[in-house]
């Protein structure tokens, strides 16, 4: 069951790539998405900011901002569907999703799986359930997608995001950054004469 009335997703808990306990998952993080490395990636965070943990997508998105990486980050916010035309023009090859998403771990537990795993029914308070997202998205272009949910501990309205996901997310930007470098500005680098 997806269960976005706070933007959370719930999955069947039975998925692959299960990173159960944030604590020495690092490793087995970078090495499931080291293959992602020198792609045209869109990096996209859901969630709201003002729920608690359900934030998490968006935090992810300010903290891999601020490390200036060399992929492409958009904040959709709670409204992921608004986004469809600008990830289709960029045409990546790679869309990673970032989401609270309820998988029934410790809170901060880190898990990666591609969309078909998800249900296709959802109650949200997205336009579109996240499997119709990515079905619209691969109507227009070839891209693998791929979800990363840190397991929230609350999303309620008015409460700041628990330790344990805050954690999880900048663990989650430290890989990112590591696997998506800031592209190097060419500094200087002598002129051709025009």
Do not use: W
Not at 148 to 153: D, E, L, V, Y
Request: hydrophobic letters at 40%; proline letters at 5%.
């Amino acid at each position: 069951m997806i269960l976005c009335v706070s933007c959370v997703l719930n999955v069947n808990a039975s998925l692959t790539f299960s990173f159960r306990n944030i604590m020495g998952t690092g490793e087995s993080l970078l090495k499931q998405l080291n293959h992602l490395r020198g792609s045209r990636t869109v990096i996209l965070g859901i969630g709201n900011l003002l729920k608690g943990d359900d934030g998490v997508g968006p935090f992810v998105c300010q903290q891999l901002q601020h490390y200036k990486i060399g992929a492409e980050i958009i904040d959709a916010g709670t409204v992921p569907e608004n986004y469809i035309q600008v990830i289709v023009k960029k045409a990546p090859d790679v869309l990673l999703v970032i989401d609270a998403i309820d998988f029934g771990a410790e809170a901060g537990a880190i898990e990666i799986f591609k969309p078909e795993r998800l249900n296709s029914f959802a109650i949200s308070t997205h336009t579109l359930s996240p499997r119709l997202f990515v079905d619209m998205l691969s109507r227009r272009i070839k891209v693998n997608v791929y979800f990363i949910g840190i397991q929230p501990a609350q999303t309620h309205l008015g409460q700041s995001m628990s330790g344990q996901v805050k954690e999880a997310a900048q663990q989650l930007s430290r890989i990112l950054t590591d696997i998506f470098p800031p592209k190097e500005k060419l500094i200087n680098q002598p002129r051709k004469p025009v």
